[in-house]
């Protein structure tokens, strides 16, 4: 239950307190229970909408190296580093992006905008299955990285407008953790799809690209039908819940929930040193991202196994992955502290990749993957969340947020 009262200084409330006049204070109270009822709503149909979302853009995106490995290459006639190029080529429009979309994410409504971005990408994967040159690869990869441009940013901006700081973590690493779990997914779907009889002209990489880009495109309506367009008026909550939402968002200016865009919200996010230093941590841990999610297969192909076998020996380094996301995210939350929890898998990271790149073993090598990915999931993650637990209103946060990842993925 949600109640305001008036009580002298000094009573004894549960509550929240706010000055109105001398001797005097409002006391706010919202039933815990009723609260985190309220909020596993958001979980089911937020979180699980933003993390299915984030799932299928995953595999959308890094399938190339499922492809790969498949024989896209050989199929295309590409050649030199033409496969190379195909794979960046993607952050030639998904960079420049990122940050605007941030911004219009409360202007035009996270319900419209991720469902138009998210039914965009999916016909262009679904589009890359039928390419027949490096032309056309290139063209759906550059359309691929414009649609799918704003959701990590617009993400992370959402739970900031609907989660206090101490509930941010768990969600963040649930959302997230579907990256590892869709690389996972991804590595035992491409095995089933390779094992499929086809033509000449029908290559099993291509069964990859148009299976996934037509599950896409069958989510996209039912994420609009189910996804909340107002935290405050989402058609799950009671009149009650409404209520208590509302005075979530009284009692905690640092959302902004209401907050009109200004110019000078956007420069005193550019100016913010707490924002230069996120980008350029950003940006050596989003090298070892998509560096590892995308050449992955390849790597563990390398170690010795079949294209088919070097598959499905990526998914145990994924859900371990997926693991430790959520165990440190956990943890970040319940100490109130995300520093410590990220500077640990940071360490993880390092050491993972020093064993890849210094190790002839190939068991060693294939250990190393393990301890890479412990610091790999993490760090992404959390770190943005970090951020965004430190930057107050909403469109100053947006900037922010949305201003890291460009410039973490244009130097």
Sequence with gaps: ????????????????????????????????????????????????????LYMLANLDRSNIGNAQIAGLPQDLGLVGNQYGTAVTLLYATYVPFEGPVAILLKIIGPKHLLTVCCLSWGLVCLCTGFVQNWQGLYACRML???????????????????????????????????????????????YGLTQIRTGTFFSTWRALFIVEGTMTILVAPLFYIFFPASP?????????????????????????????????????GLI???????????????????????????IVNGLGYTSVMANLMTVPIYVWGLLTFLFTAYMSDKTGNRGYWIGGPVLCLIVGYALLISVD???????????????????????????????????????????????ARTI
């Excluded at 963040?172 to 579907?178: Q, R």
């Excluded at 909550?237 to 956007?266: C, N, Q």
């Design 361 to 407: 073993s190939l068991g060693v090598r294939y250990f190393a993957c393990f301890v890479a990915v412990m610091g790999i999931y993490p760090t992404t993650g959390m770190s943005l969340m970090w951020l965004s637990d430190n930057s107050a209103q909403h469109f100053k946060r947006a900037t922010m947020v949305g201003g890291t990842l460009t410039l």
């Design 272 to 298: 913010d040193p707490k924002f230069h230093l996120h980008w350029i941590f950003q940006f050596a841990v989003d090298i070892s991202l998509y560096g590892f999610t995308t050449f992955l297969p390849a």
């Design 144 to 190: 691929l990285g414009f649609f799918e441009a704003g959701l990590i940013p617009c993400i992370n901006v959402y739970l900031g407008m609907v989660y206090k700081k101490s509930e941010r973590g768990k969600r963040s690493s649930v959302i997230f953790a579907f990256s590892a779990l869709a690389s996972a997914f991804g590595g035992i779907f491409a």
């Design 232 to 268: 405050r008026d989402a058609w799950f909550l009671t009149a009650e819940e409404k209520d208590m939402m509302r005075l979530r968002y009284e009692l905690d200016p640092h959302w902004g929930i209401d907050e009109s865009f200004t110019w000078k919200a956007v420069v005193d």
């Design 1 to 52: 239950m949600a109640e305001k009262h008036e009580s002298k200084s000094g009573s004894s409330q549960v509550g929240e307190e706010h000055d109105v006049g001398e001797g005097h204070a409002v006391v706010a109270y919202i039933d815990p229970v009723k609260e985190a009822k309220m909020m596993l709503k958001f979980d089911i149909w937020a979180v699980g909408g933003l993390g299915i």
